[in-house]
């Protein structure tokens, strides 16, 4: 556990990491008639995605407290921001509902991997105090929820690609 409270360039990346998970979030919404017009998918077929996504997001969950104790945080958030970028890749590049779902399967492994590190490092970095910092944390996922149907906003009005 570290002792003393961590460099602003951590703690500003840790407050941008909870940031960008609540807009990919919550951006995915405002975009699904995109979506469902680009691949030729009813409400039902789209709709699949969410659970997909939650499921992933539980496996991680489970397992990310072991896979801090065997390999640390480090590797964690690694392991996370990679399978995060490779979820909106597979999602952007999709021709098919399959391609999607595996997209949002790994978006959620990818967010639920970075939940749990990002937290446990906010809280390992706060000997005192760690409801705020936590509560602090948090703060910024709700931001990035209200920014994500912004984006998708910016993203329509603009007439660009949904998988932009």
Same mark, same amino acid.
């Given at each position: 556990m570290l002792t003393q409270p961590l460099p602003f360039r951590l703690v500003f990346l840790q407050y941008l990491g909870f940031f960008s998970v609540g807009m990919i979030l919550s951006v995915v919404g405002p975009l699904i008639p995109f979506v469902m017009t680009d691949?030729?998918?009813s409400y039902?077929?789209?709709?699949?995605?969410?659970?997909?996504? &939650?499921?992933?997001? =539980?496996i991680a969950f489970f397992v990310s407290g072991t896979v801090i104790h065997i390999f640390g945080k480090r590797k964690l958030l690694t392991v996370g921001g990679g399978l995060l970028i490779a979820g909106l890749v597979t999602a952007a590049f999709?021709?098919?509902?399959?391609?999607l779902a595996v997209g949002f399967f790994l978006i959620g492994n990818g967010i639920g991997l970075f939940d749990v590190g990002i937290s446990t490092l906010c809280l390992d970095s706060h000997p005192s105090g760690k409801g705020k &910092?936590?509560?602090? =944390?948090h703060s910024f996922s709700g931001a990035g929820l209200v920014a994500g149907p912004l984006l998708a906003f910016a993203v329509e009005q603009l007439a660009a690609d949904w998988r932009w």
């Open positions: 691949l030729k998918l039902g077929e789209v709709g699949i995605i969410f659970p997909i996504q &939650a499921g992933g997001a =539980l999709s021709a098919s509902l399959w391609g &910092a936590l509560n602090r =944390l």
